[in-house]
């Protein structure tokens, strides 16, 4: 069975920095990985998707990247800001289109 | 249009009610889905539609019963709940492809459940 972990749990950092979550699989066979955002309260956003043949998608000041055969992924976040504090969710797809999350990073980022 | 909507966003109702949540999506997407999500946890899938036909049910009590009646629109039906299936319900569609792999899912904004 498909377990997915997010390091860390939660994050605080000040206006302006460049930070890293993490997303560990431990199965490799999967289709794709997708990271999310959700606001308290609030549905999932998607940011980027990252298909298994590939290493990494970038979209404005997020990058994420897959490394497949060690089962991991990350999400760098470059300057960040107060706007970017809410929950990342990633998730990977297995067969069926299944998705199985991770636990989450909430992520404060102070003015 | 890449909106994936839900209603009602909020709902309350006893144990003994009977009540429905709606999900609407005009993607063309022929995959839809039933997540549950618990305060503070990630989503846990439910139940998958694929083409209008209920593909996969992760085991979930008959108090939950699904339905779509067209590749449009998905329904929640819901009886005799209890106080532990508060969460927020999300709806997620997707592409429905052939292989029905590796698709964006995008998600509805939920329905967040109180049940008292």
């Known amino acids: 069975k498909q377990e997915v972990t997010q390091i860390p749990a939660a994050l605080s950092v000040p206006e302006g920095e460049n930070l890293v979550l993490n997303c560990s699989f431990t199965?490799?066979?999967?289709?794709?990985l997708q990271w999310f955002r959700q606001d308290p309260g609030k549905g999932l956003t998607s940011l980027l998707l990252?298909?298994?043949?590939?290493r990494e998608q970038t979209s404005g000041r997020l990058n994420a990247s897959l490394d497949k055969s060690s089962g991991r992924s990350t999400l760098y976040i470059a300057a960040s800001q107060p706007g970017d504090s809410a929950t990342y969710l990633c998730a990977v797809s297995g067969a069926g289109n299944m998705l199985t999350f991770g636990g989450g990073t909430r992520l404060m980022v102070k003015p | 249009d890449t909106e994936v909507t839900q209603t009602p966003k909020h709902l309350v109702m006893g144990m003994t009610n009977k009540k429905s949540l709606k999900c609407e999506q005009h993607?063309?997407?022929?995959?839809m889905y039933w997540y549950k999500q618990k305060a503070k946890k990630p989503p846990e899938l439910m139940f998958v539609y694929s083409y209008e036909k209920l593909s996969i049910n992760e085991s979930v009590p008959s108090r939950f019963s699904p339905e779509c009646p067209n590749s449009s629109l998905l329904n929640l039906h819901l009886h005799a709940l209890q106080p532990e299936d508060s969460a927020l319900y999300l709806c997620?569609?997707?592409?429905?492809?052939?292989?029905?792999?590796?698709?964006?899912?995008?998600f509805g904004p939920g329905t967040r459940l109180l049940v008292l």
């Open positions: 997620a569609s997707s592409l429905g492809g052939p292989s029905g792999s590796g698709e964006t899912q995008y």
């Open positions: 199965d490799s066979a999967i289709y794709n």
């Open positions: 993607m063309g997407h022929r995959a």
């Open positions: 990252i298909q298994s043949s590939q």
